[in-house]
C-alpha cells in the first residue's frame, strides 16, 4: 500500500439515500473513532451531520457544497443527507476508520454485550448494499432511544454515551493488531520531512507522481455512512 502524504486516506462518500431509515430520514450509521481525525469537503447536495459527546451533549453542522468541515475522534456522528449529499473525506491514519477504529451505536443494549455488537455490526461475506442499509437501519433504530433520552432524560443520555465512548476505548486498547497497521498505513511522514531538511541542498524526488480516481469506475466499498471509493484506505 501507497498511503497519501502525512498518512491520510481520502474516501469519495455517496452518502445512503437509496431508502430512508425507520426514523424516516436518509444517512448513515451513528458511529465514533478512537484514532481518527476527519475532513469532510462537501461536493455537492446538502444536508447535516448530528454531533453527540457527553460533555456538550447534541448539536447540528449545516452541510453544503464548499464546506469543510473537521473533527476529532471521540466524537459520536451521523450524516443525514437531503439531496444526494456527496463528501470528499481525509481521515488521518489512511483507513483504520474501516479497520477497527469505529464503533456504531446500536443501543445501549447491543453495545454493552461484546457477542451481539459483534453479530450486529458485521456484514455478510460478499455483503450487497441491501446488507448495509440493513445494518444502517439497525443502528437508527437504536439511535432513537438515544434521542429520546436527549430529549427526555439527559442524566440517561450522558450516561450512555460515556459507557459507549469508554467500551470502545477499552476494546481497542485491547487490539495490538490496530498498531501494526498504524505503522503500515501512517509512516513518519514528520521524520521524512526532518530527513529532506537535513539532506539539503540535495533535493531527490523517492518515486514517481501517483495518480488515483475516485470516479465510479469500479465497485465501491459499503462503508457505515455511505458508498465509498477509497485512495490510501487500509484494509481490514
Known sequence: MNPVIGGISITGVQVYDQRPAPDGLFGGCPHLHAVAHEVYMIQSG???????????????????????????????????????????????????????????????????????????????????????????????????????????????????????????????AARPDLEAKLRLAHPAWGQEGLGRLNALPQIVPEYEPRRWSLADDHPPRLGMCGLLQCVGAAEN
Open 46 to 172: 446538502a444536508g447535516w451531520v448530528e454531533f453527540h459527546t457527553p460533555e456538550k451533549g447534541m448539536w447540528r453542522e449545516g452541510l453544503k457544497p464548499g464546506d469543510v468541515l473537521q473533527f476529532p475522534p471521540g466524537i459520536l456522528h451521523r450524516i443525514v443527507t437531503e439531496s444526494h449529499l456527496t463528501i470528499t473525506a481525509l481521515l488521518s491514519h489512511a483507513g483504520l476508520a474501516e479497520a477497527g477504529d469505529a464503533r456504531i451505536w446500536f443501543g445501549a443494549e447491543v453495545d454493552a454485550h461484546p457477542e451481539a455488537y459483534t453479530a450486529t455490526a458485521g456484514l455478510p461475506v460478499n455483503a450487497t448494499l441491501e446488507d448495509a442499509l440493513d445494518r444502517r437501519d439497525r443502528a437508527i433504530a437504536g439511535y432513537r432511544e438515544l434521542l429520546d433520552w436527549w430529549d427526555n432524560d439527559r442524566e440517561r443520555y450522558t450516561q450512555a454515551l460515556t459507557s459507549f465512548r469508554d467500551r470502545h476505548g477499552a476494546a481497542m
